[in-house]
């Protein structure tokens, strides 16, 4: 009985893993819709200057959310928000919805372009 409940415990887990893994965005695309939709305003190389239109993103998972030598709104460094994949994909889908002020205007309207945007994020590191 045991090992018949151990067994179905590693299953269940083990669907868990690759739903979530199924889940997860592609970051091979995300860098190509990146270097597309978002690289006119954005950089993401360690120590490189911001653009004029938006900030270098380059390490931007560890620090709070308008904390970088780019000009930020007041209203975005308020929020104080914490970067990970949920509030990422609530900011690409509407930045000025979850906080008002914000200078972004832009959005990514399909859910798949997020995802895979998020996943290439989540690997340029600081």
């Not at 380059?58 to 709070?64: E, K, N, V, Y």
């Amino acid at each position: 009985m045991k090992k018949t409940i151990s067994l179905s415990v590693f299953a269940v887990a083990s669907a868990l893993v690759l739903s979530a893994s199924a889940m997860a965005g592609d970051a091979a695309n995300g860098e190509k819709i990146f270097k597309k939709k978002c690289k006119t305003c954005h950089v993401v190389e360690a120590g490189k200057k911001p653009k004029a239109t938006g900030p270098n993103l380059a390490g931007f998972l560890t620090r709070p959310s308008g904390t970088s030598d780019y000009k930020h709104s007041k209203k975005l460094a308020a929020a104080a928000i914490t970067w990970n994949e949920e509030t990422l994909d609530q900011w690409l889908q509407n930045p000025r919805k979850m906080v008002k002020g914000s200078r972004m205007s832009f959005k990514l309207k399909k859910e798949k372009d997020r995802q895979d945007v998020i996943a290439y994020l989540m690997t340029i590191g600081s």
